[in-house]
């Protein structure tokens, strides 16, 4: 039996987005978790479920490969900060900011109105680095998906039974996810994660994090509405509900990565990889040859 924690929340759902950008700040927490528990709201939701250290032996056993996975940002607004600069990495006041590796591994949809991105496919790193995601990095994922069995196994299988009706081309090896995003050393401003499929009977995001050589330097990812934050240690991992506001408290130094798991909402919608990847060319050709009308488009065929 879990220890249940039940916290308050201290600002509306609407008032929450007045955090959003802004790094977070030990003010803005009255506690630091570091200890196995669940959390609940006043209404008894579910917010987490932390579990120190719970990804440990295996974390360290792999942390050289994940270490590769550096993957250039696309400098997302909210969780970059709105005061950062592109181009040069630093914040309104001239500081330099830690230089933003989070990019995803796995399975992606098509962008909203298929303007850039016309179909569903694996990530460009995923398909350049395939050894390295799904060999190398396997015994972190099935550690993982271990942990989440066996401190929720209702919630798990719940979202065993929805990950099975995707197709196998989209799944993440076995596991009840379609896709994983990498942090190498970014501290996130607050923000709310989106596109993934988040909620009771089906399905959690599931974040771990990994230090090199096991030490923990900070990096604590905070709730400002429930003020409330986690260790996020070496091998720790919170299962959890990231739609609602959250951040990370400065990092000193040391490397920290940490991998976010869950499953994307809109691969649900996807053929299959070799449709997509027909479909995708198709498209290109009809963008190409300028070919442009709506009537000429081509269409998907499983909507
Ligand atoms: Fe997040």
């Not at 390295?132 to 299988?157: F, G, Q, T």
Request: glycine letters at 6%.
């Amino acid at each position: 039996m879990s220890n249940i924690i039940q916290v308050e929340r201290r600002v509306s759902e609407k008032s929450e987005n007045k955090f959003l950008s802004e790094y977070a700040r030990i003010t803005d927490v009255d506690n630091i978790i570091d200890f196995e528990c669940e959390i609940h709201d006043e209404n008894d939701n579910f917010l987490g479920y932390y579990v120190p250290g719970a990804v440990a032996e295996k974390f360290t056993e792999v942390f050289e490969y994940a270490s590769k996975m550096k993957i250039g940002s696309d400098m997302r607004i909210t969780s970059t900060g709105k005061n950062v600069s592109q181009a040069t990495r630093t914040n309104v006041h001239g500081e330099k900011v830690d230089i933003p590796y989070t990019g995803v591994i796995g399975a992606f949809e098509q962008d909203a109105g298929e303007r850039f991105r016309a179909h569903c496919r694996l990530t460009n790193f995923t398909k350049e680095n395939f050894n390295l995601v799904y060999r190398d990095m396997m015994p972190l994922w099935n550690d993982i998906e271990r942990v989440y069995k066996e401190k929720m196994p209702e919630d798990y299988m719940n979202q065993c039974n929805t990950a099975d009706k995707l197709r196998t081309d989209w799944r993440f090896l076995n596991t009840p996810f379609t896709t994983v995003t990498v942090n190498n050393n970014f501290r996130t401003a607050y923000h709310r994660d989106a596109g993934d499929l988040i909620g009771k009977g089906q399905a959690w995001s599931i974040i771990c994090t990994g230090w090199r050589d096991g030490k923990f330097y900070g990096n604590e990812l905070v709730f400002p509405a429930y003020r409330i934050g986690f260790q996020m240690a070496h091998g720790d991992l919170l299962i959890c509900n990231p739609h609602h506001v959250h951040g990370n408290l400065p990092r000193s130094r040391g490397e920290r990565i940490s991998f976010v798991c869950y499953i994307r909402e809109k691969i649900f919608g996807c053929m299959s990889a070799s449709e997509e990847s027909d479909y995708g060319k198709k498209i290109s050709e009809w963008r190409f040859f300028g070919n442009k009308d709506a009537n000429s488009k081509p269409r998907r065929t499983n909507k």
